[in-house]
């Protein structure tokens, strides 16, 4: 099997997985096993296929074909989302009725949930599609791909499971707060996501193998 062909089942079991046992599996599983044994579970399927992606996209290698150039245009828009990825990712810790043992929510949306209803999903989804803009490359097209993918329809899926699990206590929520970001308006995320995000992109940036973030320009 060729690096490439790798890479692209990796992702299919990555995702695929991540829908199967986070749904039609979800119960029948927990049921068998109880919540924690479902948990550790989920947890080792979702590092042993990621850590596939990850294999496989390294196996492969230097792309000789890049399919656009982003240029100094796209490392200034990449820079600003990934910081605002780092802010949302935070701040998703903090009063986030979708976590897992969380009861729902309770009084209106706060923090970055002002921004988004969905802070963890969409700081994956950014981060993905700013490595895929600066990367360009075909193998690039699958990795970031498959996360893309995985975080917005889980996002969806994680809407309808938790309006049949709150029923109008979420429907109340969600109607307080956006899908998209930004879509109901810009919401201060707080200090400690604010703060704390910064810091995540700053390390995370400053950390990457090559010159990333403002690194690029200050480095």
């Known amino acids: 099997m060729t690096p490439q062909m790798g890479l692209f089942f990796s992702a299919i079991l990555f995702v695929g997985l991540h829908f199967l046992m986070s749904h039609p599996l979800r119960r029948p599983l927990v049921q068998a096993m109880g919540e924690k044994a479902f948990q550790g ?48 990712f935070v701040g998703s810790f903090i ?60 996002a969806a899926g994680q809407d309808r499971k938790k309006a049949r699990q709150f029923g109008e206590d979420w429907h109340d929520w969600t109607a307080q707060t956006a899908f998209v970001p930004f879509t109901r308006g810009v919401g201060n995320p707080g ?19 090559i010159p990333a973030g403002f690194w690029r320009w200050i480095g």
Do not use: Q
């Not at 230097?62 to 245009?73: F, I, N, T």
């Not at 490595?131 to 193998?139: E, S, T």
């Not at 200090?191 to 193998?209: K, R, S, Y």
């Open 41 to 88: 579970l989920y947890s080792v399927i979702s590092l042993l296929t990621f850590g596939g992606m990850i294999y496989f996209y390294h196996a492969i290698g230097r792309e000789p074909e890049r399919l656009w150039d982003a240029g100094d245009a796209g490392w200034i828009a990449g820079t600003i989302l990934m910081w605002l990825g780092a802010i949302l």
């Open 95 to 154: 009063k986030n009725p979708s976590l897992v043992g969380a009861r729902g929510p309770k009084g209106g949306p706060t923090g970055v949930f002002k921004i988004t209803r969905h802070p963890m999903m969409w700081s994956f989804a950014i981060w993905a599609a700013v490595h895929l803009m600066i990367i360009a490359a075909p193998k690039a097209l699958v990795f970031d791909g498959a996360i893309i993918l995985l975080a917005l329809a889980g």
């Open 191 to 209: 200090a400690v996501a604010l703060i704390g995000g910064t810091l995540l992109f700053f390390l995370a940036t400053w950390l990457h193998p």
